[in-house]
């Protein structure tokens, strides 16, 4: 049986296999730096800008989900699923299922006008979990971003 339950700070390392595990499903391993004290800190200190639940069965936890509030100036509140992660070992048995339902129902119980996540153009069967739920899949905006170093070198 599969528990669907919020997620605790002694769940953190565990979280941070899971970030592992997908990093390296994705072939980018070598860009995760997040450590536990960080994931501590910034899901777990005065200031926490995370929220997770996992999935656990036999008392292991085998997927999770973490998001947070993000704030469109059309739309008002919103979550953004940052990470939906099931061991590869458990995929297709129901559990991505079981923690995007929560997810969901997260987002209505808080009233936010819209979910959102990125899924990776080549990742087809993530692409196709979220047609499941009738989620448009946007190909129209590109993500830009700056990395940690073009913030550290950026001068006024």
Known sequence: MIKIRKGIKSDLPFILDLIKELADYEKAISEVDINLTQLENDGFGNKSVFSFIVAEKNNQIVGMALYYTKYSTWKGKCLFLEDLIVREKYRKSGIGSKLFNEVIRTAKSKKMKRV??????????????YKKYNAHIDNKWLDGKLIQTQIDSFTV
Not at 119 to 129: S, T, Y
């Open 116 to 129: 959102m996540w990125q899924v990776l153009d080549w990742n087809q069967p993530a692409i196709n979990f």
